[in-house]
């Protein structure tokens, strides 16, 4: 068992984040004063320990009984058991965070396992039962000692990622994923056995959406997502997990385009570029990362040689489809998929609308085409991270200060046309014809032919608009 004290900046660290909890601090002296004690544990331990900020606190509570906890946390506000059968508490009513108060468990084996809450049993069998050692260590909120009987602050130090207990990992399936998004997240890696274990287990029968949940995890927290998907690779479980990216592998590019090598080395240092860029929302930043994992999943159709040359005519459009079935497998949400699937079907355009210098009519209807959830400005940053994926030196992108000119000249029209991060909002409505037509078909199509005039155009004046398009209309008699 190795019990020590944590340094004195990590304590400083630790008392000052607990100052903004009074309420907390006052929970685990009643706990202590009824010879408990009260452990921070899990995720927070570890971020503490990296020098990461910490986000959340779970908090398990040895030597007191579930009664004599919950008696506690009701003397300070209503209280929910999240589970009565796993012993977890969550104290309501507070100004301050969330936090969950559990007591030690310990679970049986099968797809259905009973839960028995044992506050007594040992530190050592309590943290076995975690996914991996940098999650099985805990610290005592009194004395502030580190309790770490799986090696887990050794393996953090040494960026190894271990099982604490082999048996009881495979118990939890999920945790295949976990190690993936942990790999990218921290650029730790798995020892030789947890490798193993991860080769053979059952990976079958995991929900989409626990699934998905660990993907977001990997790419929007991940500095390099790619470390996460080249492990699956490495493992050979990439065609299980994620077949239509397994089928780009072995696809080649044109050494002149893409001194990087195939298909599949471009796709993972595009998406580390991806992630390494700025961005307003998390939405925005899943939504281009997907779009740059599965941008050229159409060349495994579309590649041949032509000329002594590799080329992939039409993979964009090739690509859309793939990219559908590839996203189908890690999330349920249509949003997501059809807003990736357009990024997708359009990320060549940033380039050959630059070398074909085309109008700002055309800027506006495509940003009408991607809308409303995709940007011309989403569109740019897929197609920079598809420049900056050509790195010939293998395993990481090209500096993301990396010149990319012709996307910084497709944003410059496209922010002069201001469409950039919306379309052109449509200078006639509905109720401006309500004079002259019905609501109806007709009125629908000539709102349509009155945007593209609009566009093409570029009138902004209503009323002329108007003299437009029903000047175009044909009159009565010669219908």
């Given at each position: 068992?190795?019990?020590?004290k944590?340094?004195?900046n990590?304590?400083?660290?630790?008392?000052?984040?607990?100052?903004?909890?009074?309420?907390?601090?006052?929970?685990?002296q009643?706990?202590?004063?009824?010879?408990?004690?009260a452990?921070?544990?899990?995720?927070?331990?570890?971020?503490?320990?990296?020098g990461?900020a910490?986000?959340?606190?779970?908090?398990?509570?040895?030597?007191?009984?579930a009664?004599?906890?919950?008696?506690?946390?009701?003397?300070?506000?209503?209280?929910?058991?999240?589970?009565?059968?796993?012993?977890?508490?969550?104290?309501?009513?507070?100004?301050?965070?969330?936090?969950?108060?559990?007591?030690?468990?310990?679970?049986?084996?099968?797809?259905?396992?009973?839960?028995?809450?044992d506050?007594?049993?040992?530190?050592?069998?309590?943290?076995?039962?975690?996914?991996?050692?940098i999650?099985?260590?805990?610290?005592?909120?009194?004395?502030?000692?580190?309790?770490?009987?799986?090696?887990?602050?050794?393996?953090?130090?040494?960026?190894?990622?271990?099982?604490?207990?082999?048996?009881?990992?495979?118990?939890?399936?999920?945790?295949?994923?976990?190690?993936?998004?942990?790999?990218?997240?921290?650029?730790?890696?798995?020892n030789?056995?947890?490798?193993q274990?991860?080769k053979?287990?059952?990976?079958?029968?995991?929900?989409?959406?626990?699934?998905?949940?660990?993907f977001?995890?990997?790419?929007?927290?991940?500095?390099?997502?790619?470390l996460?998907?080249?492990?699956?690779?490495?493992?050979?479980?990439?065609?299980?997990?994620?077949?239509?990216?397994?089928?780009?592998?072995?696809?080649?590019?044109?050494?002149?385009?893409?001194?990087?090598?195939g298909?599949?080395?471009?796709?993972?240092?595009?998406?580390?570029?991806?992630a390494?860029?700025?961005?307003?929302?998390?939405?925005?930043?899943?939504?281009?990362?997907?779009?740059?994992l599965?941008?050229?999943?159409?060349?495994?159709?579309?590649?041949?040689?032509?000329?002594?040359?590799?080329k992939?005519?039409?993979?964009?459009?090739?690509?859309?489809?793939?990219a559908?079935?590839?996203?189908?497998?890690?999330?349920?949400?249509?949003?997501?998929?059809?807003?990736?699937?357009?990024?997708?079907r359009?990320?060549?355009?940033?380039?050959?609308?630059?070398?074909?210098?085309?109008?700002?009519?055309?800027?506006?209807?495509?940003?009408?085409?991607?809308?409303?959830?995709?940007?011309?400005t989403?569109?740019?940053?897929?197609?920079?991270?598809?420049?900056?994926?050509?790195?010939?030196?293998?395993?990481?992108?090209?500096?993301?200060?990396?010149?990319?000119?012709?996307?910084?000249?497709?944003?410059k029209i496209?922010?002069?046309?201001?469409?950039?991060?919306?379309?052109?909002?449509?200078?006639?409505?509905?109720?401006?014809?309500?004079?002259?037509?019905?609501?109806?078909?007709?009125?629908?199509?000539?709102?349509?032919?009155?945007?593209?005039?609009?566009?093409?155009?570029?009138?902004?004046?209503?009323?002329?608009?108007?003299?437009?398009?029903?000047?175009m209309e044909?009159?009565?008699?010669e219908?």
């Amino acid at each position: 068992m190795n019990i020590t004290k944590i340094s004195k900046n990590i304590q400083n660290s630790l008392t000052s984040y607990l100052g903004n909890f009074p309420t907390v601090l006052s929970i685990v002296q009643k706990i202590d004063d009824a010879g408990g004690r009260a452990l921070l544990v899990g995720g927070a331990v570890r971020d503490l320990l990296l020098g990461v900020a910490i986000k959340d606190l779970d908090i398990e509570v040895h030597g007191v009984s579930a009664k004599k906890l919950e008696s506690i946390l009701k003397s300070f506000g209503s209280v929910s058991l999240v589970g009565k059968s796993f012993g977890v508490f969550r104290l309501h009513g507070l100004r301050e965070l969330d936090v969950d108060w559990s007591l030690p468990r310990k679970d049986s084996e099968g797809r259905k396992p009973e839960v028995e809450i044992d506050p007594f049993m040992s530190f050592a069998d309590a943290f076995s039962r975690r996914d991996l050692t940098i999650n099985a260590m805990g610290i005592d909120l009194i004395s502030y000692e580190l309790i770490d009987p799986c090696n887990g602050y050794e393996h953090l130090e040494k960026k190894v990622l271990a099982a604490p207990d082999k048996r009881k990992f495979v118990q939890d399936p999920l945790r295949f994923y976990r190690v993936m998004q942990f790999i990218g997240r921290f650029g730790m890696y798995p020892n030789n056995e947890l490798n193993q274990i991860c080769k053979t287990m059952d990976i079958s029968n995991i929900s989409i959406e626990r699934i998905e949940l660990e993907f977001e995890k990997l790419m929007l927290q991940a500095k390099k997502p790619s470390l996460g998907i080249r492990w699956i690779k490495d493992i050979s479980r990439l065609s299980e997990v994620l077949p239509e990216l397994a089928d780009i592998i072995d696809v080649p590019q044109e050494p002149s385009w893409h001194p990087e090598g195939g298909v599949f080395e471009h796709t993972m240092q595009c998406i580390d570029a991806a992630a390494a860029m700025e961005y307003d929302t998390d939405k925005e930043k899943l939504r281009v990362i997907y779009a740059v994992l599965c941008h050229d999943l159409g060349k495994v159709k579309t590649t041949e040689k032509i000329g002594g040359q590799w080329k992939s005519f039409g993979h964009s459009k090739e690509g859309v489809k793939l990219a559908k079935k590839l996203l189908s497998r890690i999330t349920k949400n249509k949003d997501l998929r059809d807003t990736v699937s357009i990024l997708v079907r359009y990320h060549m355009a940033p380039s050959q609308f630059v070398a074909s210098k085309a109008k700002p009519a055309a800027y506006k209807r495509l940003a009408k085409k991607l809308a409303p959830d995709a940007t011309l400005t989403m569109l740019a940053k897929v197609s920079r991270a598809d420049k900056l994926g050509r790195n010939p030196i293998k395993g990481a992108p090209l500096s993301k200060n990396y010149p990319t000119p012709i996307i910084d000249k497709f944003l410059k029209i496209a922010k002069a046309a201001q469409v950039e991060k919306i379309p052109e909002p449509p200078v006639l409505l509905g109720r401006d014809l309500m004079d002259k037509i019905e609501p109806g078909p007709q009125m629908g199509e000539l709102l349509k032919k009155a945007y593209e005039i609009q566009i093409e155009q570029n009138i902004k004046d209503k009323q002329e608009l108007k003299k437009i398009i029903f000047e175009m209309e044909p009159k009565e008699e010669e219908k």
